[in-house]
C-alpha cells in the first residue's frame, strides 16, 4: 500500500515540477517581453526627431 | 553503379594513405585495445579456468572504447585539416564520401582486432578456439555495426567542443544490438556451443549493419551540408 | 500543426484535469482489487506513463525527419521539447516500475527485456538532450540532433529484440498475460492511458508556448540592437 502512494505521488510531483517551472519560465520571458518591447517603443520615440539614442538593452 | 563502388574505394584508399604516414590513429587505438586486456585481467581477477566466459565480453569493450577513440580521433583531424570539406568538393554522391569514410574505419578497426585477438586470448588463458571462423564472423558483423554507426556519429560531434565525452554517450546506447550479439556469437565461436540463438544473433547483426550502413548514407547528406 | 496544441492549451488541459480526476477515481475505487493485492494499481498509471514515453519518442523521430526535409526551425524545437517529455515520461515509467517490482518480485531492479529496452532509451534521449543542449545556434548540431532521433527510433525494435534474445532475460512477461484481464480493470487502464495522453499533450503545448516567447524575446533583442 505505502509503494502504491509513494508511486503516485512521485507521478504527480514529477508532473507538476515540470509544469511548475514551465510556468516559471513562460513568466520570466513574459517579462522580458514586455521590457523589451516598452525600450524599443521609448527608443522610437526619442529616435524619431533626429539622432537615435542609445539603446537601454 | 561501378563508378560509385570506385569513388568508394578511391575515398578508403585515401584515408588509409594519409594514415600510413604516421600510423598515429591505429597506434594510439590498438595500443589502449591492448592495454585494456592488462586492465581487464588485474581489475577482474580472472582465474584461468573462467576465461572462456568473460574473453568475449572483455574484448568488446576493448575494441568499442578503442574504436570509439580511434574514430572520434580521425574525424577530429579530418574536422581540423579541412579534409572533409576537401572530400566534399570530389564529384560523387554524397553517400559514397560515408561510405568511404566507413569503410577506412572497418578496416582500422580490423588491423587493431588482429593484434587484440592474440593478447585477449593469451590474457584469458583460452585454450584455443572451437570455431575459429564463427568468431571471425561476429567480430566482423558487429565491428561492421560499429563503424558504421560510429562513422555518422563521429562526424557529427567532431567539430564540438565536448567531442571527446559525447560521441561515447550518444553511440553506446545505440549499440546495444551489436554488443550483446557480437559477445554471443563470439562466446559460441570460443566454446563451440552453437545453438539456434547463434543465428537468430547473426541474423540479428546482419539486419543492424545493413539497416544502419543504409540509413545513415541517406541521411549523410542532410547532415553535412554547411 | 502544432500550433494548434499552444493555442488550445486551455481546452486540452481543460479536458486532461477531468479526464485525469475520472481516471484516479477508477483507479483507486473502480478497479477491482488484484490478486497480488493493491499494488497491483500502480499498474494503470506505469502503462499510461510508458505509452506517453513512446508517443513523444516516437514525435521526436517524426519532428526530425520533417526538419530535415523542411528545414524548418519549427519542427526543430518540436523534436526538442518532444525528447523532454519523452525523458521526462520515461523517468517516471522506470520510477513506477520499480515500485511495483519491490513488493512483487522483492527486487528493486530486474534485467527483464522491457525494462531493460525502457532504460536505454532513457539513456538514448538523454544523449539527445545533450546534443541539443549545444546545439542553440548551430544549424549543423540540430540536424545531427535530428538524425540521432530518427536513429535512435529505428533502433528500438533491434535493441529490444536484442535484450529478448539474452540468456538471462528470463523473466515472466507481465502484459503478455493481460489477455484475461477483466472488463474494469482493462477500461480503467484505456482512461489512464487517455488521460495521460492529454496531460502529456497539454505539457507539449505549454512547452512549444515557451519556445515561442523565447524566439520572441530574441527577435526583440535583435529589433533593438540592430533596429
Same mark, same amino acid.
Not at chain 1, 521590457?35 to 537615435?52: F, K
Not at chain 2, 554488443?179 to 545453438?195: D, K, M, R
Not at chain 3, 515500485?99 to 512483487?104: C, D, K, N, T
Given at each position: 500500500?505505502?509503494?502504491?502512494?509513494?508511486?503516485?505521488?512521485?507521478?504527480?510531483?514529477?508532473?507538476?515540477?515540470?509544469?511548475?517551472?514551465?510556468?516559471? #519560465?513562460? #513568466?520570466?520571458?513574459?517579462? #522580458?517581453?514586455?521590457?523589451?518591447?516598452?525600450?524599443?517603443?521609448?527608443? #522610437?520615440?526619442?529616435?524619431?526627431?533626429?539622432?537615435?539614442?542609445?539603446?537601454?538593452? | 553503379?561501378?563508378?560509385?563502388?570506385?569513388?568508394?574505394?578511391?575515398?578508403?584508399?585515401?584515408?588509409?594513405?594519409?594514415?600510413?604516414?604516421?600510423?598515429?590513429?591505429?597506434?594510439?587505438?590498438?595500443?589502449?585495445?591492448? $592495454?585494456?586486456?592488462?586492465?581487464?585481467?588485474?581489475?577482474?581477477?580472472?582465474?584461468?579456468?573462467?576465461? =572462456?566466459?568473460?574473453?568475449?565480453?572483455?574484448?568488446?569493450?576493448?575494441? $568499442?572504447?578503442?574504436?570509439?577513440?580511434?574514430?572520434?580521433?580521425?574525424?577530429?583531424?579530418?574536422?581540423?585539416?579541412?579534409?572533409?570539406?576537401?572530400?566534399?568538393?570530389?564529384?560523387?554522391?554524397?553517400? =559514397?564520401?560515408?561510405?568511404?569514410?566507413?569503410?577506412?574505419?572497418?578496416?582500422?578497426? !580490423?588491423?587493431?582486432?588482429?593484434?587484440?585477438?592474440?593478447?585477449?586470448?593469451?590474457?584469458?588463458?583460452?585454450? @584455443?578456439?572451437?570455431?575459429?571462423?564463427?568468431?571471425?564472423?561476429?567480430?566482423?558483423?558487429? &565491428?561492421?555495426?560499429?563503424? =558504421?554507426? @560510429?562513422?555518422? $556519429?563521429? @562526424? !557529427?560531434?567532431?567539430?564540438?567542443?565536448?567531442?571527446?565525452?559525447?560521441?561515447?554517450?550518444?553511440?553506446?546506447?545505440?549499440?546495444?544490438?551489436?554488443?550483446?550479439?557480437?559477445?554471443?556469437?563470439?562466446?559460441?565461436?570460443?566454446?563451440?556451443?552453437? &545453438?539456434?540463438? &547463434?543465428?537468430?544473433?547473426?541474423?540479428?547483426?546482419?539486419?543492424?549493419?545493413?539497416?544502419? &550502413?543504409?540509413?545513415? !548514407? $541517406?541521411?549523410?547528406?542532410?547532415?553535412?551540408?554547411? | 500543426?502544432?500550433?494548434?496544441?499552444?493555442?488550445?492549451?486551455?481546452?486540452?488541459?481543460?479536458?486532461?484535469?477531468?479526464?485525469?480526476?475520472?481516471?484516479?477515481? /477508477?483507479?483507486? *475505487?473502480?478497479?477491482?482489487?488484484?490478486?497480488?493485492?493493491?499494488?497491483?494499481?500502480?499498474?494503470?498509471?506505469?502503462?499510461?506513463?510508458?505509452?506517453?514515453?513512446?508517443?513523444?519518442?516516437?514525435?521526436?523521430?517524426?519532428?526530425?525527419?520533417?526538419?530535415?526535409?523542411?528545414?524548418?526551425?519549427?519542427?526543430?524545437?518540436?523534436?526538442?521539447?518532444?525528447?523532454?517529455?519523452?525523458?521526462?515520461?520515461?523517468?517516471?515509467?522506470?520510477?513506477?516500475?520499480?515500485?511495483?517490482?519491490?513488493?512483487?518480485?522483492?527486487?528493486?531492479?530486474?534485467?527483464?527485456?522491457?525494462?531493460?529496452?525502457?532504460?536505454?532509451?532513457?539513456?538514448?534521449?538523454?544523449?539527445?538532450?545533450?546534443?541539443?543542449?549545444?546545439?542553440?545556434?548551430?544549424?549543423?548540431?540540430?540536424?545531427?540532433?535530428?538524425?540521432?532521433?530518427?536513429?535512435?527510433?529505428?533502433?528500438?525494435?533491434?535493441?529490444?529484440?536484442?535484450? *529478448?534474445?539474452?540468456?538471462?532475460?528470463?523473466?515472466?512477461?507481465?502484459?503478455?498475460?493481460?489477455?484475461? /484481464?477483466?472488463?474494469?480493470?482493462?477500461?480503467? /487502464?484505456?482512461?489512464?492511458?487517455?488521460?495521460?495522453?492529454?496531460?502529456?499533450?497539454?505539457?507539449?503545448?505549454?512547452?512549444?508556448?515557451?519556445?515561442?516567447?523565447?524566439?520572441?524575446?530574441?527577435?526583440?533583442?535583435?529589433?533593438?540592437?540592430?533596429?
Amino acid at each position: 500500500m505505502t509503494y502504491l502512494f509513494v508511486a503516485y505521488a512521485i507521478v504527480w510531483i514529477g508532473i507538476f515540477a515540470y509544469s511548475y517551472s514551465l510556468g516559471r #519560465q513562460a #513568466q520570466r520571458l513574459r517579462e #522580458q517581453i514586455e521590457a523589451l518591447e516598452a525600450a524599443l517603443g521609448s527608443r #522610437q520615440e526619442t529616435a524619431a526627431p533626429g539622432a537615435g539614442g542609445p539603446g537601454e538593452a | 553503379m561501378k563508378a560509385y563502388l570506385r569513388a568508394v574505394l578511391a575515398l578508403a584508399a585515401k584515408d588509409a594513405l594519409l594514415e600510413r604516414k604516421s600510423f598515429e590513429t591505429l597506434i594510439a587505438t590498438a595500443s589502449f585495445a591492448l $592495454l585494456l586486456a592488462v586492465v581487464f585481467h588485474f581489475a577482474f581477477d580472472i582465474a584461468s579456468a573462467e576465461g =572462456a566466459r568473460f574473453f568475449p565480453g572483455a574484448l568488446w569493450t576493448a575494441i $568499442l572504447f578503442a574504436g570509439t577513440i580511434g574514430m572520434a580521433r580521425s574525424a577530429r583531424v579530418d574536422e581540423v585539416e579541412g579534409r572533409g570539406r576537401g572530400a566534399a568538393l570530389a564529384p560523387v554522391d554524397r553517400s =559514397a564520401l560515408f561510405l568511404g569514410k566507413c569503410l577506412f574505419h572497418l578496416a582500422l578497426l !580490423a588491423v587493431v582486432e588482429a593484434a587484440a585477438v592474440p593478447v585477449f586470448a593469451a590474457a584469458f588463458a583460452l585454450r @584455443g578456439m572451437a570455431l575459429p571462423h564463427l568468431v571471425i564472423l561476429g567480430l566482423f558483423l558487429g &565491428t561492421w555495426g560499429f563503424a =558504421a554507426l @560510429g562513422t555518422l $556519429l563521429a @562526424g !557529427a560531434t567532431a567539430g564540438e567542443r565536448a567531442t571527446g565525452l559525447l560521441l561515447p554517450v550518444v553511440l553506446f546506447p545505440l549499440l546495444v544490438p551489436v554488443i550483446l550479439g557480437g559477445a554471443a556469437v563470439v562466446s559460441a565461436g570460443v566454446t563451440g556451443e552453437v &545453438t539456434a540463438a &547463434t543465428g537468430s544473433w547473426l541474423r540479428l547483426l546482419v539486419v543492424f549493419d545493413v539497416l544502419f &550502413t543504409a540509413v545513415p !548514407a $541517406l541521411l549523410y547528406e542532410s547532415l553535412m551540408e554547411v | 500543426m502544432l500550433r494548434v496544441l499552444v493555442r488550445a492549451q486551455k481546452a486540452v488541459g481543460l479536458s486532461a484535469l477531468v479526464l485525469v480526476t475520472v481516471s484516479l477515481y /477508477m483507479v483507486f *475505487v473502480y478497479a477491482p482489487r488484484e490478486a497480488t493485492g493493491d499494488v497491483q494499481r500502480i499498474f494503470y498509471y506505469h502503462v499510461a506513463t510508458a505509452w506517453n514515453g513512446y508517443l513523444f519518442i516516437a514525435m521526436v523521430a517524426l519532428s526530425g525527419l520533417l526538419y530535415l526535409v523542411r528545414k524548418d526551425e519549427a519542427w526543430d524545437a518540436a523534436g526538442r521539447t518532444a525528447a523532454e517529455l519523452g525523458v521526462l515520461f520515461i523517468s517516471l515509467t522506470l520510477i513506477l516500475g520499480s515500485l511495483w517490482a519491490r513488493p512483487i518480485w522483492n527486487v528493486w531492479w530486474t534485467w527483464d527485456p522491457r525494462l531493460v529496452t525502457t532504460l536505454i532509451l532513457w539513456f538514448i534521449y538523454v544523449a539527445y538532450l545533450l546534443i541539443q543542449a549545444g546545439a542553440e545556434g548551430s544549424p549543423r548540431l540540430k540536424r545531427f540532433a535530428a538524425v540521432f532521433g530518427i536513429v535512435g527510433f529505428l533502433d528500438i525494435p533491434l535493441i529490444h529484440y536484442s535484450v *529478448v534474445l539474452w540468456p538471462r532475460g528470463i523473466h515472466p512477461s507481465v502484459l503478455r498475460e493481460s489477455g484475461g /484481464m477483466p472488463f474494469p480493470m482493462l477500461l480503467t /487502464m484505456i482512461v489512464s492511458v487517455i488521460a495521460m495522453t492529454l496531460l502529456g499533450l497539454y505539457l507539449w503545448g505549454r512547452r512549444l508556448e515557451v519556445e515561442e516567447l523565447k524566439q520572441r524575446v530574441q527577435r526583440l533583442k535583435e529589433q533593438l540592437l540592430w533596429p
